[in-house]
């Protein structure tokens, strides 16, 4: 059907219809190629058309709110696999998207723009380097924790996670009614502890207390949000006050005893080599 639809060069009609004066017309091209976009033939054969895939990109910048929303929602559908990603990086489609993401109001559309610019450096090391700390900055402040965790947690090494603002920033996360943000916030946090100032920053008692919480809920749903906090606080208890709050925690190896899983028995094992080691 794609090869059928290059054929008949439908796509250079877009290019036309793209322009037209009428919003609805503009948005219907923009679903029609999201559409299109969700086959990896599809991503090949639009980000092949030069002229289409610019105004795609004049379609971010677009008047009307729906063409915006729908162009967005096809860029993101385009950069969901490496076959339209890479060619995305080269198209210039992470500086349009960037720029989007400093002009945009609509609090619609800018999840959309953070989920593809997530997806554009999750798989691409070029457009991850293309990322400012005056960009990661901006995306701290916006109310959108759940899409900038993301970006976080796939995309950034312990370097670029180990200042205190964004310490700070993945500290509030923690306490996120959203699971997806929690997680993306412990994970973060155990590739910043890589770094010795991060480690001791983080090791204090509002955070361990949350950190032993999570491994010690009992919800099925929390397995990898365990499985990591366990895995911080390993990292932690390396630190003074980390070791004396693991001490502590009679609680936590009463619990990981009383689980059979090799996992847990593995961190039992651990706490009391790195609490050994220390004398």
């Not at 929690?182 to 770094?195: K, P």
């Amino acid at each position: 059907m794609l090869l059928f639809i290059d054929k008949l060069r439908v796509l250079d009609a877009f290019v036309t219809l793209m322009r037209h004066k009428e919003p609805f017309i503009r948005q219907r091209c923009c679903i029609v190629i999201k559409i299109l976009s969700g086959q990896p033939l599809g991503k090949v054969t639009i980000m092949m058309n030069v002229n289409l895939v610019e105004m795609m990109l004049k379609g971010l910048s677009d008047e009307d709110y729906r063409v915006r929303f729908h162009c967005a929602a096809s860029a993101l559908a385009l950069a969901d696999q490496r076959v339209g990603n890479e060619a995305m990086a080269e198209c210039g489609f992470l500086e349009r998207v960037l720029q989007r993401v400093y002009e945009e109001q609509d609090s619609r559309i800018i999840p959309l723009l953070l989920r593809t610019i997530s997806r554009l450096m999750a798989t691409n090391d070029s457009v991850r380097k293309k990322i400012t700390q005056r960009d990661l900055q901006l995306f701290l402040s916006m109310n959108q924790k759940t899409e900038v965790t993301k970006i976080l947690a796939e995309t950034f090494d312990g370097d670029w996670l180990a200042s205190r603002g964004i310490l700070e920033y993945l500290k509030c996360g923690m306490r996120s009614h959203s699971y997806e943000v929690v997680l993306n916030c412990v994970m973060c946090m155990l590739r910043a502890a890589t770094v010795l100032e991060s480690k001791i920053f983080l090791a204090e008692s509002n955070t361990m207390n949350l950190l032993v919480t999570f491994a010690l809920a009992p919800s099925m749903k929390g397995r990898a949000l365990k499985e990591f906090a366990l895995q911080l606080l390993c990292i932690l208890v390396e630190t003074t006050y980390g070791r004396k709050y693991i001490m502590g925690q009679k609680i936590l190896f009463d619990e990981l005893s009383k689980n059979s899983e090799p996992s847990c028995q593995s961190y039992i094992k651990k706490f009391k080599d790195i609490l050994r080691a220390q004398y």
